[in-house]
């Protein structure tokens, strides 16, 4: 039995065309890009500028300087919520977030609220959105930063980055936008989104790993840079250049953005697909986020009365997650669907699905059917252990069931906010 990758959100295969693209600059042109005294250094740095401005245009930067490599989104995020702290601590020391972020934001606001920065939390609606009234209110003078995701890496929710973005620029506070599972999926146009910075990371969409970069927009405040020594990245973020690296997240988020709307319309119909298949087998099964604008290829599904660790290994010939890919192997209760309100048990039995580029039909409703019988074969286990009292949520049971929204064209960043 072949295995079917359900786990796009975690990381991406390699495109073979990206390969191709980094394999000379493993070989032919090694050399460091700031030996720039000698030719073979030149067409180093040459590379690299060519793919800082690639990327640059294919996010609508305004200049290919607003782009800074680091090794992902993870060093991104870092690099801008701790230097810019660390840059404007003397003007204010209030920051605010959301509770649904990735570790990778969460992190270093936890280690700055323990340096004495006040972090303000926001919480979410059911679906996992923010209230842009509520950010409004939080609002103070001594606000430096507000650091918002475009979309979570579990239920695939798209935050309201338009309206966030009008609320900061009115303040000019500084908005920083974990977009780690944006970019490469919808689009993104980074001249009327409004942020001020924005981290991505290249194996998200089809590019390398440990390769990543941070939008900084002309005119903001540049953080102290977390690495210092040969200040490479215009002194912001220093170490020899990974030019390998950056010219494979070039032709990687050039492929992405010539198809972006396409394969964004392809892969919402396979998930609709997937879900409405799911809910006719399996209508206890809840959606998480259904009713939120969401990632055209995320589907976060909560299973009643069975755990969701034993129903991933169970599942043969899936390859997919019970949340996020980026935490430790522990058994802790997702973060972001406590935060949605989903109970503990609840979430606790919670699997992600996330298609990709190779993922088809087949691919879907096979998912599907192996998802659903492994639910009422774990279900029927459980009640013949408790001598066989009739689950109430199972079909025909009378228990309460939901349905989805579902959705056309996958919303854009940058653009009206999709409702």
Do not use: W
């Not at 993870?74 to 404007?88: H, M, Q, V, Y």
């Not at 979410?124 to 918002?148: K, N, S, Y």
């Not at 102290?224 to 040969?230: D, F, I, K, N, T």
């Amino acid at each position: 039995m072949q295995e079917i990758y359900l786990d796009y959100n975690a990381t991406t295969p390699i495109d073979p065309e990206v390969l191709e693209a980094m394999l000379p600059f493993f070989t032919a042109v090694f050399a460091n890009p700031s030996s720039r005294r000698h030719q073979h250094g030149r067409e180093a740095f040459q590379a690299l500028e060519r793919a800082r401005r690639e990327i640059a245009e294919r996010l609508q930067a305004r200049s290919a300087t607003e782009i800074i490599f680091t090794a992902g989104a993870t060093e991104a995020n870092n690099f801008l919520i701790k230097g810019l702290a660390r840059k404007l601590g003397d003007r204010g020391r209030h920051i605010i977030s959301q509770a649904t972020e990735h570790p990778a934001v969460l992190a270093p606001l936890k280690s700055l609220s323990q340096d004495g920065f006040e972090v303000e939390l926001l919480g979410v609606d059911r679906d996992g959105r923010v209230d842009p009234d509520e950010l409004r209110q939080a609002l103070r003078p001594d606000t430096i930063l507000v650091a918002v995701m475009a979309a979570n890496n579990e239920t695939g929710v798209l935050q309201p980055i338009g309206e966030i973005a009008a609320l900061t620029g009115e303040k000019s506070i500084h908005f920083h936008c974990d977009a780690a599972q944006a970019v490469g999926k919808i689009p993104v146009d980074l001249r009327s989104l409004g942020v001020n910075s924005l981290a991505l990371s290249a194996h998200k969409f089809y590019g390398p790993k440990g390769m990543g970069a941070l939008y900084l927009r002309r005119g903001s405040t540049a953080p102290h840079p977390l690495l210092e020594g040969g200040g490479q990245e215009y002194g912001l973020r220093s170490g020899t250049s990974n030019v390998a690296g950056a010219v494979g997240m070039a032709r990687a988020i050039r492929l992405a953005s010539e198809k972006v709307e396409e394969e964004g319309l392809r892969l919402t119909a396979l998930r609709d697909h997937f879900e409405q298949k799911i809910l006719e087998e399996c209508p206890q099964i809840r959606i998480n986020g259904a009713e939120a604008p969401r990632l055209p290829n995320t589907s976060s599904l909560s299973v009643p009365d069975v755990d969701g660790q034993a129903l991933v290994a169970s599942i043969k010939g899936l390859a997919l997650s019970t949340g996020s890919a980026c935490s430790s192997a522990g058994r802790e209760i997702s973060h972001v669907l406590r935060a949605m309100g989903v109970s503990s048990d609840l979430a606790s039995s919670t699997l992600r699905i996330s298609f990709g580029k190779n993922s088809d039909s087949a691919d879907a409703l096979t998912a599907a059917d192996r998802i659903c019988s492994e639910v009422k074969r774990l279900k029927s286990n459980r009640r013949r252990r408790k001598g066989g009292t009739r689950d109430p949520e199972a079909p025909g049971s009378g228990g309460s069931t939901n349905t989805v929204g579902l959705r056309g064209a996958p919303a854009a960043i940058g653009a009206p906010d999709a409702h």
